[in-house]
């Protein structure tokens, strides 16, 4: 097996539970973990309980979404296969429940494929690991998507047109409808509303919102550009307000007046 033994990084590990993730109410965050191999899933329990964080297996999707309406997770982490469904019906099932929409979610699976990867994030995925995985990685990655889902530091509302983003409550509204939207989806569209008129590289764009994951790519940044113009846009082939700047990267313009 390439994974981690059970005792190589518990005590890093648990020097991570006092960082930056710790609750105030003194409950741990819980993340519900779906994956059929039983070895690997109580490795990640194991890692991730280390860690401070409360991990709860599902073995089967069967009961997933049930006990997640009872009591919502922190974060998802998902295998793709698994018997009696898979993590990607998980996922679309998930990003398509009012009440659930908006928790991240992290793929972790063997199917390591550029296109695997592209789909997970078409779904809405907000991490994508591939099997053999190092546990301290991640326990990382996990801290980081977290970390990506904590309310923008800057609490002012973007509005124009039929169009508003409350950073405060991380809330997107469109033509006086409430938008469900991914943390990394609300990250991007924040990021550039708040920087009109600048071209931004698809590079910059990985370094500001998604820092150091390992998972991204050019290309992802383009799967999350459609999906805010989905979200966004009257007509999402011909945008009026998040640009493509051929050769260049993106550019986000309001519109003139406001």
């Known amino acids: 097996m390439h994974y981690s033994d059970l005792g190589s990084s518990g005590p890093h590990l648990l020097n991570h539970s006092t960082g930056r993730r710790t609750r105030t109410d003194g409950l741990s965050q819980s993340v519900f973990v779906l994956e059929d191999d039983t070895d690997i899933a109580r490795l990640v329990q194991h890692h991730l309980e280390a860690a401070g964080f409360e991990a709860r297996l599902f073995h089967t999707p069967t009961n997933l979404i049930p006990d997640a309406e009872r009591r919502p997770p922190a974060l998802f982490l998902l295998d793709i296969m ?19 929409s908006t928790i ?68 997107l509204k469109v033509r006086g409808e409430l938008t469900t939207t991914t943390a990394t989806e609300f990250r991007l569209l924040d990021y550039l509303a708040r920087h009109p008129g600048r071209v931004f590289s698809r590079d910059h764009l990985l370094d ?26 009257i007509d999402p082939e011909n945008p009026r307000y998040l640009k493509t700047v051929r050769g260049a990267g993106y550019r986000f313009e309001l519109p003139k007046g406001e």
Request: glycine share 8%; aromatic share 8%.
């Open 82 to 100: 698994v018997p009696g469904g898979d993590g990607l019906d998980v996922c679309r099932r998930l990003r398509n429940h009012a009440g659930l």
């Open 104 to 171: 991240p979610i992290i793929f972790l699976t063997a199917r390591a494929g550029e296109n695997d990867r592209v789909l997970g994030l078409e779904l809405g995925a907000d991490d994508y690991i591939t099997k053999p995985f190092s546990t301290r990685e991640l326990v990382a990655r996990v801290k980081a998507v977290l970390r990506r889902f904590e309310r923008p530091t800057s609490p002012s509302i973007i509005s124009f047109e039929e169009v508003i983003i409350d950073a405060s409550a991380m809330q």
């Open 208 to 233: 500001a919102v998604w820092g150091d994951a390992r998972f991204v790519t050019p290309r992802s940044v383009d799967v999350y550009v459609r999906r805010i113009r989905e979200k966004i846009e």
